[in-house]
């Protein structure tokens, strides 16, 4: 298979993803992280030729990626440039109804390439501007977030989505650092970090980072949105195919399947009977293998979750 970029995100979980997406049936499939095309092209290669795909990306250089082969001409591949969050508003434009989307994929987290290349400042490695936006053009960069949140709200942004467990001395430290000389590049955060490191050196420095990228990128509203809208588009039986890297977003993901709502909320109609607006196909997420994870390291600490679309909800 010819991907055009595989140093890009090698696809985790490949073939359970495949075969997860019952592609031999025909219809709508949509993946929502291109990135390097991984995903997306050996599902070009196994989905029936009446089928149709839509992959959104946000990120300039997936949007290259979809302009070579295979997906270059393919009369099946449809490229959507937009983040994930408007999935209903981006498919219904290509006219994709409601109810008629077979499976939807999503590989979430930031791709290999992206936190491989120095000036996207996704990673702690390299000594860069800080950006971590993940679409460049638009919105706040991590900079940004650094320079002007107050000391309770990065406190949050730390605790809660990085789960850094001295998230009120390191957001403090930001403000004191920031009234000197603002942030600029990640080795200014980094240089910080390293005079308040609780714990293991790498897990700080990733759970700091985390924590910004998925602010900057406002990531867990995006999930939620994306999950709320993609039951939406299924079919009846359609499948939600969905790739976690850690514990927060796949909580979120997990509530989302079980109840509805990122918050995991249940809903009960008026007798009290439990609405279930998913039926799970795995009881518990599948795991890359020993010798996946040998090939592919960042694919560690992955979780799929399958779901499908209940075609009226169960009750209790």
């Known amino acids: 298979m010819n991907v055009p970029n595989p140093s890009y995100h090698a696809p985790v979980l490949l073939r359970e ?14 993946d929502v992280t291109f990135g390097g095309g991984g995903h997306s092209a050996h599902i070009l290669s196994e989905m029936a030729a009446n089928g149709h795909l839509y992959s959104f990306d946000q990120d300039d250089d997936a949007e290259k990626n979809a302009q070579q082969a295979p997906f270059a001409g393919h009369a099946g591949f449809h490229f959507v440039k937009a983040n994930f969050r408007y999935l209903k508003r981006m498919l219904r434009s290509e006219g994709v109804r409601p109810g008629t989307v077979k499976a939807i994929l999503a590989d979430l987290g930031v791709s290999s390439y992206q936190l491989d290349t120095p000036e996207r400042g996704f990673s702690y490695r390299f000594d860069a501007a800080l950006d971590m936006r993940m679409n460049t053009t638009d919105g706040d960069s991590a900079a940004d977030v650094l320079n002007t949140y ?7 942004v730390f605790g809660t989505l990085g789960e850094v467990r001295n998230a009120r001395t ?19 955060l980094v240089r910080l970090c ?10 700080y420095l990733s759970q700091v980072f985390q924590a910004l990228r998925m602010e900057v990128n406002d990531e ?5 949105d994306f999950m709320s809208q993609s039951h939406e588009m299924l079919a009846p039986g359609g499948r939600m195919v969905v790739i976690t890297y850690h514990s927060i977003e ?5 509530n989302h399947l079980k109840t509805g709502n990122a918050e995991g ?9 439990i609405t279930r607006p998913w039926t799970l196909v795995n009881k518990k997420p599948t795991e890359p293998t020993d010798a996946e994870i040998k090939i592919n390291g960042r694919a560690r600490s992955a979780k799929l979750r399958v779901a499908e679309k209940n075609i009226v909800n169960e009750s209790a």
């Open 17 to 30: 993803c495949l075969d997860a997406m019952q592609l031999s049936t025909g219809g709508v499939f949509v």
């Open 170 to 188: 390191l957001a403090l430290a930001c403000v004191s650092a920031r009234g000197i000389i603002p942030f600029q590049t990640t080795g200014d």
């Open 220 to 224: 867990l509203g995006a999930l939620s």
């Open 194 to 203: 390293e005079k308040h490191v609780f714990g293991e050196r790498w897990r």
């Open 150 to 156: 107050s000391a309770e709200r990065l406190q949050e």
């Open 250 to 254: 796949d909580r979120v993901v997990k």
């Open 265 to 273: 909320t249940v809903d009960k109609d008026f007798f009290g009977n």
